[in-house]
């Protein structure tokens, strides 16, 4: 089975500056997707930023970026410039090539921008 | 688009009474999926639908929950009887077959048990 583990359960960082989420999984497939998640105090569940496994280059929105080592089955998240709407907490999920249609969810990082 | 829909956005009930949270997935989306999310485990996929047919149900806990999908366009998930361990947030999401393989997200329901 899939896990999707985020080491570190809270963050915090300045307005203004850049912050690096880390998110590791395991999997046994070659083909797959990656997401970042963020939910704000408002609960509301809202895509960040998605990569597909066969794709070498890091995906890239506006000021959210990935760093996707593949072989190292590791999946981070850098947010630049960081805002105080940035604060919110951010889930790292993992979903198999289409015929398996499951998000497996990490805990999440709760981050905090600070002004 | 109106994007997921999700009602009640909060409910408050006591132990033992039947519960019954609803989804409208975005029109036209194929698969229509049922996460549970509480402090201790997380976010929790419970069942999803494809074409209105049940794919994955392993993450029902137990014979208490039920969901169901009539049409295209509106799911339920009911929990009789209800019991305290049941409060949490649960959120329905929704994917689109050909597209990316993005799942969009209503806004939850949170259910408070007493």
């Known amino acids: 089975a899939q896990t999707v583990t985020q080491s570190q359960p809270e963050m915090s960082v300045q307005e203004a500056e850049t912050v690096t989420l880390s998110c590791t999984y395991d999997?046994?497939?070659?083909?797959?997707?990656l997401f970042w998640y963020k939910q704000p105090p408002s609960r509301q569940m809202i895509l960040v930023i998605r990569q597909e496994a066969y794709k070498q280059q890091n995906a890239t929105e506006n000021r959210f970026s990935v760093n996707f080592q593949k072989a190292a089955k590791s999946f981070s998240l850098k947010i630049s410039d960081s805002q105080l709407g940035d604060t919110a907490m951010y889930f790292c999920?993992?979903?198999?090539?289409?015929?398996?249609?499951?998000?497996?969810f990490g805990k999440g990082t709760k981050l905090t921008v600070n002004p | 688009d109106a994007g997921v829909i999700q009602s009640p956005r909060h409910e408050v009930t006591e132990m033992g009474q039947e519960v019954t949270l609803r989804c409208k997935p975005i029109?036209?989306?194929?698969?229509l999926f049922w996460y549970r999310q509480t402090m201790m485990r997380g976010l929790e996929l419970l069942i999803y639908f494809n074409n209105n047919v049940p794919i994955d149900d392993s993450g029902m806990p137990e014979d208490r929950f039920s969901a169901k999908m009539p049409n295209a366009s509106f799911s339920t998930l009911k929990i009789q009887p209800s019991e305290p361990r049941d409060s949490a947030v649960y959120f329905c999401?929704?994917?689109?077959?050909?597209?990316?393989?993005?799942?969009?997200f209503g806004p939850g329901t949170r259910l408070l048990v007493l």
């Open positions: 999401a929704s994917s689109l077959a050909r597209g990316p393989e993005t799942q969009y």
């Open positions: 029109s036209g989306h194929d698969y």
């Open positions: 999920a993992f979903m198999k090539q289409r015929g398996s249609e499951k998000l497996v």
């Open positions: 999997t046994s497939e070659n083909n797959y997707y």
